[in-house]
């Protein structure tokens, strides 16, 4: 019997930090990276149904959401869309639990995206400190809590403004020639980053086209078959997939920090992009929008990538993810420029719970699919 990886990973992040929030940098912080590992405990969760796993996303959350359901740390005037993307496992919680706070929770969550400012043409500004700009990392954060919430307490209205989310973000950050996705757009085309005349950011950065894909995949179970535009998340799913296919590493079957310029002096295999890409195969697949047949050797080979190209075992057991990016973004106070040195230059980590985080999905994902543990 072969190794349940998932199994493993997260038992070791269990074990190395049973509060997620004691990590170094986060201070207790209301933080995005939570939301990644506890959605992938709670697919460990419902493959193996071990009590523990869904412990381990209670426990972490319950240190947030208080009883009367305001939540720690948290601000909504910030209108930072980061800030939803924890919000997803209030709707496990308040399913197995039955208590309200988690609801409670929820709504307050879901009045931040009422009130969040968007752009001219309706979508959410990534965060009010970054006004006008649509950053492809903002779908996943916002989109799937925003779909659960619709399908799960106001039977399934307005979802037609999601799937406007992601037409409109396709539509600007594409482009057309590779394929792939910018990674941000300026709708006033006035940031330092910005072209001038397009308004585009300058590269494709690996993790934000993996964020998106993970919105696209993640939105797309919640959202009932037959709703309106339900098809066009699935042509986004396939034709980014197939953009990526052509610039992975060969060998490898991973991928590279910065997507199209593997060739060029700096650049890395980076661990969270390549794991979102084998997170995103495998739930098409599993979802019945991506063809078995045509992508279950790629997905074969890219998981295989993962495991000889980023992890090694410590001398306790536990597993370590190396080479993800600590963190990327354009603008602020840094002043980020976008630029491929920039993208370049961010510290690259061992177990960054984004990378952590995305690796487990990936993980949980295809022992689904291909079942071979």
Request: with cysteine.
């Amino acid at each position: 019997m072969k190794m349940n990886w998932s199994v493993k990973t997260a038992n070791s992040i269990m074990e190395r930090l049973p509060r997620l929030y004691e990590d170094r940098g986060n201070n207790g912080k209301w933080s995005y990276d939570y939301g990644v590992i506890l959605k992938g405990f709670e697919k460990v969760w419902r493959q193996t149904g071990e009590q523990k796993y869904f412990n381990f996303i209670k426990d972490n959350i319950d240190y947030f959401v208080q009883e009367d359901g305001s939540i720690r740390g948290y601000h909504l005037e910030e209108y930072n869309i980061d800030h939803i993307n924890n919000g997803k496992l209030l709707f496990v919680l308040y399913k197995e639990t039955g208590e309200e706070k988690y609801k409670k929770a929820c709504e307050l969550l879901r009045r931040q995206l009422e009130e969040h400012p968007r752009t001219s043409e309706g979508v959410f500004w990534h965060k009010q400190i970054y006004p006008y700009q649509i950053w492809l990392d903002g779908l996943y954060m916002g989109s799937p809590f925003y779909a659960e919430y619709q399908t799960t307490f106001a039977n399934g209205e307005g979802l037609e403004d999601i799937i406007r989310q992601f037409k409109l973000s396709y539509e600007h950050l594409l482009d057309r020639e590779t394929g792939l996705l910018y990674h941000a757009w300026d709708e006033q085309k006035v940031q330092p980053w910005a072209d001038q005349r397009t308004g585009l950011s300058a590269n494709f950065w690996g993790r934000s086209i993996g964020w998106y894909l993970l919105a696209v995949v993640d939105t797309l179970e919640i959202l009932p078959e037959k709703t309106l535009g339900r098809d066009y998340l699935v042509r986004i799913l396939e034709n980014t997939l197939q953009a990526l296919v052509d610039y992975q590493d060969e060998k490898s079957g991973v991928w590279y920090q910065v997507t199209d310029k593997g060739n060029e002096k700096g650049n890395y295999l980076e661990a969270s992009c390549s794991s979102m890409y084998v997170c995103a195969i495998a739930k098409g697949i599993r979802l019945g929008v991506l063809n078995r047949k045509a992508w279950e050797a790629q997905l074969k080979k890219s998981h295989q990538g993962l495991l000889e190209e980023f992890v090694l075992l410590t001398k306790e057991g536990w597993v370590n993810l190396n080479k993800t990016c600590q963190v990327a973004g354009l603008g602020g106070a840094d002043k980020r420029d976008g630029s491929y040195a920039y993208y370049i230059s961010e510290p690259i980590i061992c177990n960054d719970q984004k990378g952590l985080g995305a690796f487990l999905q990936a993980l949980a994902e295809f022992e689904e699919v291909i079942k071979e543990v």
